[in-house]
Nanobody, 125 residues
């Protein structure tokens, strides 16, 4: 059983930075792939970034590549999303996700078994 809790969201001006954290319970965290998704009001949940639990591979959506960085600290059972050069379009609720990811389709929500409750990120212009 895995539980995820996001934190670090808040209000930031365009061009600023923010780091999100996702604390995970359970000793299976290290073997799981970790992903970040976001959902703006009236829009579908979309993929942001992911990191494999079986390799050093990372994956990013085109909209955040070069600006966001996903990392993980297995000793602390925590995954992070460093967000730089934030844009108003980044405003959304950000969700942490985890799963064994046998398929390797890291951008697919169906590949994750566990989800956090989300943390709000608001970017003002």
């Amino acid at each position: 059983q895995v539980q995820l809790v996001e934190s670090g969201g808040g209000l930031v001006q365009a061009g600023g930075s923010l780091r999100l954290s996702c604390a995970a319970s359970g000793r299976t965290f290290s073997s799981y792939a970790m992903g970040w998704f976001r959902q703006a009001p009236g829009k579908e949940r979309e993929f942001v970034a992911a990191r494999s639990g079986r390799s050093s591979s990372t994956y990013y959506s085109d909209s955040v590549k070069g600006r966001f960085t996903i990392s993980r600290d297995n000793a602390k059972n925590t995954v992070y999303l460093q967000m730089n050069s934030l844009k108003p379009e980044d405003t959304a609720v950000y969700y942490c996700a985890a799963g064994p990811m046998y398929s390797g389709r890291y951008s697919d929500t169906y590949g994750y078994d566990y989800w956090g409750q989300g943390t709000q990120v608001t970017v003002s212009s």
